[in-house]
């Protein structure tokens, strides 16, 4: 589990306000207690050659990378990301003919958000299955839309 900017507020927060020390805190989401392996906001983890962080920056400025290609030149990998709405896919390869593989996909929810408007809310929706991962950063890659995951499984 990376956290991402939303739980960052959290963190902020108690930076802010020292009374909320020991008050609030990350923990209060209880991942840790489901299971999950946290790892801090822009904390990159790099497993079988493919580097994962909720955004990847680009600069001194600590600015996410706003494309897929952007981020793929900043980190030279294999990388998935997952600070922006939609799916933003870029490839490129290296030397030996690995093909490498970056990915920004942030969306996994069905609701509108108020803040992008009608046109901003008509993104992609779904999870990606890597498959076939490969130690080099190489996988093979399967888009599913939350469309069809509803159609196949319908709702609980």
Known sequence: MLLGNHENRINRA????????????????????????????????????????????????????STAAAQFRKTNMSCVSGHQQGLQIHTGGRADGAQLTSIIAGSCYEHDEDYLGPQGNKHWRGILMLHDVRDNGQFDIMPVTLKWLKEKYGQS
Do not use: C, Q
Not at 21 to 50: A, P
Not at 57 to 65: H, L, N
């Open 14 to 65: 108690v930076n802010d306000d020292a009374k909320l020390e020991g008050v609030l805190s990350t923990d209060d989401l209880r991942y840790k207690g489901f299971g999950w392996e946290v790892h801090d906001f822009l904390e990159v983890v790099i497993v079988d050659g493919i580097a994962y962080s909720h955004y990847f920056v680009t600069g001194v400025a600590g600015r996410p990378a």
